[in-house]
């Protein structure tokens, strides 16, 4: 087991696993058909954003861009294609996925300093860097992870009702 940082790092790592553990305990208790129910006009599922998590967040950002991997970069998905779930794929696989990629991301994270220089950086998409160092994109995938949770929160007010904080 990787140590677990401290400082400043330690910090943003337990807000990440904090939102992450909200994106798989809001989906917690619905069955595979809900999980692949549109409920939007744009049409995504939880399912498909699960998988966006995984593979356009966690891999990304963390795998590739963090820490450059060249297995990573080369196979990163292109345009929707993280979206899009197969039909016979389980969606315990997915929901596994997103963990292991979390778990990835983590060992990423602890082994880099926060003011470390990214490895790689995808001009394709974003022109000239605008994340410069781990807490850069850590800050980055807090806010985004966070946003998709939300996302994640009014689907599954949508399909059952079931809402994940309630304050009165």
């Keep these: 087991m990787t140590e677990e940082p401290d400082g400043e790092t330690g910090a943003l790592l337990r807000v ?3 939102q992450r553990r909200h994106v798989l305990g ?3 208790g619905l069955d595979d058909d809900a999980l692949r129910r549109p409920v939007l006009p744009s049409g995504w599922h939880c399912l498909g954003l699960v998988r966006h998590l995984a593979l356009d967040v966690e891999r990304f950002w963390f795998g590739a861009v963090v ?4 297995e990573t970069v080369r196979t990163l998905p292109s345009g929707d294609e993280a979206w899009r779930v197969a039909p ?3 969606a315990a696989d997915v929901l596994d996925s997103y963990r292991r990629e979390a778990e990835r991301a983590d060992a990423v994270i602890t082994a880099t300093p926060a003011d470390a220089a990214l490895a790689w950086w995808p001009h394709d998409l974003f022109g000239e860097p605008h994340l410069h ?3 850069d ?3 980055h995938v807090i806010t985004e992870t966070a946003c998709h949770a939300g996302h994640l929160d009014a689907a599954r007010e949508l399909l059952d009702g079931r809402r994940w904080l309630v304050l009165t």
């Design 67 to 70: 820490a450059g991997d060249a």
């Design 88 to 90: 016979d794929t389980p």
């Design 137 to 139: 994109v850590l800050l």
């Design 133 to 135: 160092s781990l807490r």
């Design 16 to 18: 990440l696993r904090g």
């Design 26 to 28: 809001i989906l917690d």
